[in-house]
C-alpha cells in the first residue's frame, strides 16, 4: 500500500482533497469509530448521533477502497490506527489538519512509533489557509476580529464591488442588536427536520444503549447528516429565515431555540456543506433582493470573518490556551449545567434546550451560560469540558477560542479586549426570560436578586485592580463608583450565597 489517507469524523467533505487525489490502486480511505473520541468529554447524546451518523453515511456512499472500523474494535483512535500501520504497512499516511489539536498530536505519534511517514496538508475546506493566518497575524500587537475580516473579504472578493463593501459598509452590527420588543418573534418558519433514516436510527439506538448516562436527549434528533441535507437546510435557511437573520441576531426568547438563525455549524464543522457556497447563497439572496444588506453582511462576518479568526487563533495559541486562567477562577461548574434545573429562567431555558436539541444560538451560549459562568467565576476548563460535549457542533479548534477566549476572558484579552459582562439587566433588554423569572434583575442583594445582576457586580469588584481603567469598561466602573461601602458589602455577601445555592443546585 502506498498512502492510507485518515479521515476523521469532522472531515466528511464530498470533495476531500486527499481522497479527490488518490489512487485506488494503490492507496485507501481509512476510517475509524472509537469510544475514545466519544467519551474524553461527556458528549451529549446528539453530538455523538451526529458523528456516527454523518460517518456511516459517508462511508456508505464512498465509492473508494476503505477500510472502516465500527464501534468497539479499538478504545481509541491511535490504538486503531496502530494496529492497521503495523498489519497494512503503507508507506506514508496522509491527512488533512484535524480540528483538534490532541488528535493530530495523537496520530503525530502513532506514526512516529511506526516509523511511517505522516504528511499533513491544511484543509481547504477553510478559506484562509493558517499560512495566511501566520502573514497577517504576523508583527501586530493585536489580532483584531475587523481588521482581519476586512482584509479576508478584500482577498476573496466576497461581498465586495470595486474593492469597496457591498452596500456602502463593512459592519452593521448597530442595526443586528434589537430585541423583539414586547409581541416577541412572531410567527417564525419551522426549520426544515430531518427526520432519522434507518442508518441514523441504528445509531440512535446504539448511543442509547452504549451511553445511557450520558447528558441530552434523542427524540427530537432531526440534524442533516448527508450532504444533501446540508444543502437542503442551506436552501430552507436562505428561502425563509435569513431576511430576518441581521436585525433579531442577539435576541432571545422563551420555548425558541432556533429563531432565524441558520443552524448550519454543525454540518460546516463536519464539513457537509462549503462555507463558500453558503455564503455565496447568502450574497445571491442579497442580489435578487430577497434579503437585506445588514442580514447578508452580518451573516457573512460569522463565518468568513469569526469561523476563519478562531481556528487561525486555534492552532496559533495551542495548546498553551488549554491552561490559561488568568481570572483566576476557581468554581466548579454548577450541577445546573447538566441538568437545567433552577430558578433562573435564563439557564433553565438556555440549557433546557441544549440538552433537548445540542443547540443554543451565539448570545444564549455567551450571555447567559457563559455569562453566568464567567460571572460566578468556573474554572474555564470546566466551561471548556462542557461546551465541547454538550453541542452538535462543538469541534475543538472553534469551541475553545470561543469558550476560553471570547466568553471566559482566560487568556487574558488576547482575543477579546474586554471581558464580556453585564447584569440582568442586559438579559431583560435582550429577552422575555425575566418576565417569568423568580429574580428581579433590578435586585443585586436581596432574596430575590437576580443572581446575574449581584454576581456582575460582584465580578467588578473582585477584577477591580485589573478593569477599572480599561478604556472599554470605564463606563461600567463608573456606574460602580457610586455604590457605597454598604452596598458593596450586601452584594459580596450575597455573592457568596448564590455561590453556595449554585454549588448545592438550589439556585
Ligand atoms: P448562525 O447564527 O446562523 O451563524 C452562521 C454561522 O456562522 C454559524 O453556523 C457558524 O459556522 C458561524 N459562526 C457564528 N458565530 C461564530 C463564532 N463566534 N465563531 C465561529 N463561527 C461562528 N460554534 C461552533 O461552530 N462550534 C462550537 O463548538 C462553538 N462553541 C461556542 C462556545 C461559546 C462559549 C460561544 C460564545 C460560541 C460558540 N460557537 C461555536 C459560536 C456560535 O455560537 C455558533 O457557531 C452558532 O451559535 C451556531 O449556530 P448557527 O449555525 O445557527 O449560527
Ligand atoms: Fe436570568 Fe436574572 Fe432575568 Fe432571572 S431575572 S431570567 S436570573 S437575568
Same mark, same amino acid.
Given at each position: ?80 490506527? *496502530? ?197 455565496? *447563497? ?212 450575597? *455573592? ?12
Amino acid at each position: 500500500m502506498r498512502d492510507l489517507i485518515v479521515v476523521l469524523g469532522d472531515q466528511l467533505d464530498p470533495a476531500h482533497a486527499l481522497i479527490a487525489d488518490m489512487d485506488p490502486e494503490q492507496d485507501r480511505v481509512w476510517m475509524a469509530e472509537v469510544d475514545d473520541e466519544a467519551t474524553h468529554v461527556w458528549s451529549h447524546k446528539a453530538r455523538l448521533v451526529l458523528f456516527l451518523s454523518a460517518m456511516r453515511h459517508f462511508r456508505d456512499d464512498l465509492d473508494r477502497p476503505l477500510i472502516y472500523h465500527e464501534l468497539g474494535a479499538h478504545p481509541d483512535l491511535a490504538a486503531a490506527l *496502530a494496529a492497521d500501520l503495523t498489519q497494512h504497512q503503507p508507506q506514508r499516511v496522509r491527512l488533512l489538519k484535524p480540528g483538534d489539536w490532541r488528535v493530530e498530536q495523537s496520530i503525530e505519534q502513532t506514526c512516529r512509533d511506526a516509523g511511517i511517514e505522516l504528511v499533513v496538508d491544511d484543509d481547504p475546506h477553510f478559506i484562509c489557509s493558517l499560512a495566511d493566518f501566520e502573514a497577517w497575524a504576523d508583527g501586530r500587537k493585536r489580532f483584531l476580529l475587523e481588521d482581519f475580516y476586512r482584509w479576508l473579504r478584500k482577498r476573496t472578493g466576497i461581498l465586495m464591488r470595486n474593492r469597496e463593501p457591498a452596500g456602502g459598509r463593512w459592519n452593521y452590527d448597530e442595526d443586528n442588536r434589537a430585541s423583539f420588543g414586547r409581541g416577541g418573534p412572531g410567527k417564525l418558519p419551522p426549520r426544515q427536520r430531518f427526520d432519522p433514516d434507518a442508518t441514523t436510527q441504528s445509531v440512535i439506538d446504539l448511543v442509547e444503549a452504549r451511553w445511557p448516562d450520558h447528558p441530552g436527549e434523542l427524540a427530537d434528533f432531526d440534524w442533516p447528516v448527508t450532504p444533501a441535507q446540508a444543502q437542503q437546510a442551506l436552501d430552507d435557511f436562505v428561502e425563509h429565515r435569513l431576511a430576518g437573520f441581521g436585525a433579531h441576531q442577539d435576541a432571545m426568547w422563551t420555548d425558541a431555540a432556533f429563531l432565524s438563525h441558520s443552524t448550519l455549524s454543525a454540518a460546516l464543522n463536519l464539513k457537509l456543506i462549503d462555507p463558500r457556497s453558503v455564503m455565496d *447563497a447568502a450574497v445571491q439572496a442579497w442580489e435578487s433582493g430577497h434579503a437585506p444588506i445588514n442580514a447578508v453582511e452580518g451573516f457573512v462576518r460569522q463565518i468568513l470573518g469569526w469561523r476563519e479568526y478562531v481556528r487561525g487563533l486555534y492552532w496559533r495559541d495551542m495548546p498553551q490556551w488549554l491552561d490559561e486562567n488568568r481570572l483566576d477562577a476557581q468554581e466548579a461548574l454548577p450541577p445546573m449545567y447538566w441538568t437545567g434545573q433552577t430558578e433562573m429562567q435564563c439557564m433553565q431555558q438556555a440549557v433546557g434546550q441544549t440538552l433537548r436539541y445540542g443547540y443554543a444560538h451565539h448570545i444564549q451560549r455567551l450571555m447567559i451560560t457563559g455569562l453566568f459562568g464567567l460571572l460566578l467565576g468556573v474554572r474555564p476548563r470546566e466551561v471548556h469540558a462542557w461546551y465541547l460535549a454538550i453541542y452538535v457542533d462543538a469541534v475543538e479548534w472553534v469551541e475553545l477560542p470561543n469558550t476560553l477566549g471570547m466568553s471566559q476572558h482566560a487568556d487574558g484579552g488576547r482575543m477579546a479586549s474586554k471581558p464580556y459582562v453585564a447584569s440582568g439587566q442586559y438579559v431583560k433588554r435582550m429577552s422575555n426570560y425575566c418576565d417569568g423569572c423568580r429574580y428581579d434583575p433590578g435586585d443585586a442583594t436581596t432574596d430575590q436578586a437576580c443572581p446575574m445582576t449581584t454576581l456582575y457586580w460582584d465580578f467588578l469588584a473582585r477584577h477591580e485592580d485589573r478593569f477599572a481603567d480599561h478604556r472599554r469598561m470605564r463606563f461600567q466602573y463608573r456606574h460602580y463608583a457610586r455604590k457605597n461601602s454598604g452596598e458593596r458589602a450586601a452584594i459580596s455577601r450575597r *455573592a457568596n450565597t448564590v455561590r453556595k445555592l449554585a454549588r448545592d443546585g438550589q439556585l
